[in-house]
């Protein structure tokens, strides 16, 4: 039988809403994988009522019970206190952990405050679950066969814990009754996919489809109930596939910086980035990528038109006669990368970011991207039309793109 | 007296982490500009029985429930049936709705679909708010003094409804009865911050203190409902403006690249950054202001030693006998930096963001910071031990703050 969850965000940060509330969203989305299906998601007030009576609301058949929040050192952080008395536990204190906390902050050279004193102290009737990016530990009560994980509310310290204490030791007593797959897609609008791709689920009723727009492109996410010899979610996985080709750049969820990183390993390429617009945002995507140092070499962000005669020996004349953004200075700037870098490939890229710089035949999201390799040197000409932080993201998604197809191509011949 | 909101989200696809409930959020962010203080916030599934369920478990002395989502035309969109039904209404047909609706598809060249018939049908007991964004009114029950607020789930159209149809009416029966200030810190954490400051705030006990940490550094908020007379709230900030002194970096919640380029800009003052582990993330934050070409001019991406020997010429021998992450080599790259770009600063970073290249002497997490002005050079050593896309992050603050600490040690000599 399927397993249910409820989640709890403790907060007022939330509810005034200074903070946006990820952490549900996120714990929802692991849950999903594993298939526990969660039923409810409450924010509450740092206040001892609201979270007895949030406790006394969750149904009896909810396996699963995550509280997030409310852990820290300071005086409206009352989850642990509030818990510990719901279970009938008492806060004892732990020699161990306060030597560790001591540790922690001598390592990172810091003074060990008084009030963090608390953060030693745990429930005698909770499992104590360890975290491994800040100083207050998650706890796991077991009360009828229901199990309530409280963890901190910063987001990488409850993933911390989930990830390596609490999701392994779910996925041993879940199991999936449900597939799915994700198809990412980019350079193709959500109205466009929907004439090109629908024809294909018409023919299979059972399967789920559904699209997720966002500044990277579109995700395509098919799903079905698994149905023994049933499989029209293949099926339909393989004709998408066949229908949308290179569009796709990850079926696994993948950034397409992974999936640039993947062909540039497999091909022993490096590659070099001149940036204006962007101002370093491409270099900065690539370089989240763990062992990128073996295929990134160098980027500049050539913000002024001094830098771009200066590093990548773009032409005075050119930049005067075509203007910065322009076809001319993208190719210059491309081959100028490529040759400084001694890289395989250089991507380039120039446009008006906004919200000045604009005029009526250079507007504002005007963006020239050029690519350089050992055969050619080509560009090609968008415009985004959004804000200034819009244009920046989208431009260096489509640049990326274009790198990839030029990358597939290459490997093709 | 304070009035009191509940907001209930329906919808799967929250609940399966599809989609990121920002309703709640966006609700909550209003209500609070007038004052009026949400208490709750549910996301449950498109089940009668839950919607039932949770309607149950609404506060008494709640004044004001929102309820956002499942009210499209598709077979699981039921929260209208159940609202009419909960309320002990029925749903009775509009023809001048219809009429509307279809006029609504025809301006668009788009079918009327069949589907869209229930789209006309309204509980005959609530009043009927109109939707200028899409074709699913809302509506509004009231029972024992409380008021429950029904809307669509597509952003967009929720907040037309909001903000022409309810913001407007609750206005007139709240008033804003409470002040509130945000003081952004950096560079210290909220243990020490606690440290410091609840001195202050134990001598104003009508003061409402509350932290918010996070990678940019703790977000501090001071709050007080209006009495008058009292200047508790104006006085404590004072104070903690003086004990917190440089720690602030903003107390209108700007982002530092903001706090830096008002300084660059008022004392015509220009900037290079040299980034190594950041991989352009610096350059890219800077970048993200409008009009930042005034002060910004290049950066470069030196990922490899020899992007640092040829562009900052950082000396060969500098790197054999340090390594690329030392204070030799950052105030090489600084210097040179400086040099190459003719820029009054230059900020300049090397480090291991990891999860590869880390050794017992230097760790993955740690990094150098180094700064060229005309008049000095000088680096900083930071270890962040977190991962590596968290290095990069928590390393690019960093920076930025020493540039802001030196900018303003030198707008006073």
Known sequence: ????????????????????????????????????????????????????RTLNNIQSDTKYIFITGGLGPTRDDITKKVVTKYFKGKLVFHQNILNELKQYFKDRGREFPDTIDGQAYYPDNAEILSNQKGSAKGMCFTKNAQEYYIMPGVPFEMKNIMECQILPKLRKHTKIGYQEFTISTTGISEAELIGKIEFIFAKYPSVVLSYYPSIEGVKIRIGQKIIKGNDDLLQSKKELLSVLGNLIYSTKSEDITEIIAKILLANQLTISVAES???????????????????????IVVYSNQAKEKYLNVKHSTLEKYGAVSKEVVIEMAKGMRKISKTDISLAITGIA????????????????GISTKKKTYAKKINFNKDRILNKQYSSQRALDLLRLELLRDEQN
């Open 354 to 369: 906004g919200p000045d710089g604009g005029t009526k035949t250079k507007p504002v999201g005007l963006v020239w991207i």
């Open 1 to 52: 039988m399927e397993q249910k969850a409820e989640i709890i965000a403790i907060g007022d940060e939330v509810l005034s809403a200074h903070t946006l509330n990820t952490n549900s969203h996120w714990i929802s989305g692991e849950l999903r994988k594993i298939g526990v299906k969660v039923v409810t998601h409450y924010t509450i007030a740092d206040e001892e009522e609201s979270i007895v």
């Open 277 to 299: 617009c962007t101002g370093g945002l491409i270099s900065h995507r690539i370089t989240q990528n763990a062992g990128s140092s073996k295929y990134f070499k160098e980027g």
